[in-house]
């Protein structure tokens, strides 16, 4: 996997439905990284168990896996990093949250309008 940093994505700007318009380059270079953050099955269910609950700790994460402490940490920082999720150590421990206004932008880059009458 590359070592360059993931660019943060803006929620409030990016892109229309694809049903909509096809993205532009830049639109697609922008959103690309949340939706390569979320292709790893590791980083989908550690997303999916931070979405969970309101906050979460990294101990309860690494618990949960049969992969080392680093490991883990270098799956969250992919996350973060994608602006998929935001942590906030409290002493010895990180604890991690959902950035919902991410995944309200990825729903409806997703969302498919039904057409009338179905």
């Not at 270079?29 to 969970?52: K, Q, Y």
């Not at 880059?109 to 179905?118: F, Y």
Request: with cysteine; proline share 9%; glycine share 6%.
């Amino acid at each position: 996997m590359s070592k360059q940093a993931l660019p943060v994505v803006d929620p409030q700007a990016c892109c229309p439905p694809l049903a909509t318009r096809p993205l532009d380059a830049a639109q697609a270079a922008e959103i690309a990284p949340m939706f390569r953050a979320l292709g790893d099955p590791v980083r989908l269910r550690l997303m999916s168990m931070i979405a969970s609950v309101p906050e979460i700790c990294v101990c309860d994460l690494t618990s949960a896996f049969d992969l080392s402490g680093p490991t883990i940490s270098h799956h969250l920082k992919v996350l973060r990093e994608a602006g998929l999720v935001s942590s906030e150590r409290r002493g010895t421990w990180v604890w991690y949250q959902v950035k919902p206004e991410a995944f309200r932008q990825l729903g409806s880059l997703l969302e498919i309008a039904t057409p009338a009458g179905s």
